[in-house]
């Protein structure tokens, strides 16, 4: 099964393909381009980004790129780029269009399918997340105070 995850975590794993624009210093291993955004993408607004690739993939064929990487890579490949588990990264968005059209999962490696957030969901590197304030829950003896 094809799954996801990050140069920190999988790049040294012998079924790494980088699907990224760049990789780390020193790092040679596979790479399959087709699925990289482009670079001038790095500086686009988050809404630009994700129109432009999922514009991007929807001019390709989900069952011919997930054959493609198979044959090409073993139907194990991990599918890498920089951001950690739960970061908004491109490599999410293609597991999601090949687990929408194709109807599989695609799962990053290591995690459950359900430990990763929908794409939607996801932060961006840096941002905190939205901590809801604690109610405190009633109880018996609230009324006699």
């Known amino acids: 099964m094809i ?11 012998p079924n790494a393909v980088a699907i990224s624009i760049g990789c780390p ?6 790479k399959f381009q087709k699925l990289a955004p482009a670079y ?5 607004s988050k809404t630009d980004y994700d129109n432009y690739y999922y514009a991007k993939l929807a001019k390709m064929n989900a069952r011919e790129v997930y054959d493609e990487i198979v044959e090409n890579f073993g139907q194990d490949a991990i599918l890498l780029c ?26 990053e490696f290591g995690f459950e399918r359900s430990a990763i957030k929908p794409y939607s969901e996801m932060l961006d590197k840096g941002e905190k997340p939205v901590r809801k304030p604690k109610v405190e829950e009633p109880t018996l003896f ?4």
Do not use: Q
């Open 142 to 145: 609230d009324d006699l105070f």
């Open 40 to 44: 001038n993408m790095l500086k686009a």
């Open 3 to 13: 799954t996801t995850s990050n140069f920190a975590r999988c790049g040294k794993n």
């Open 25 to 30: 210093k020193g790092w040679y291993g596979r």
């Open 82 to 107: 920089w951001e950690s588990p739960n970061i908004r990264c491109h490599r999410r968005i293609v597991a999601e269009w090949f687990e929408t059209e194709l109807g599989i999962v695609v799962p």
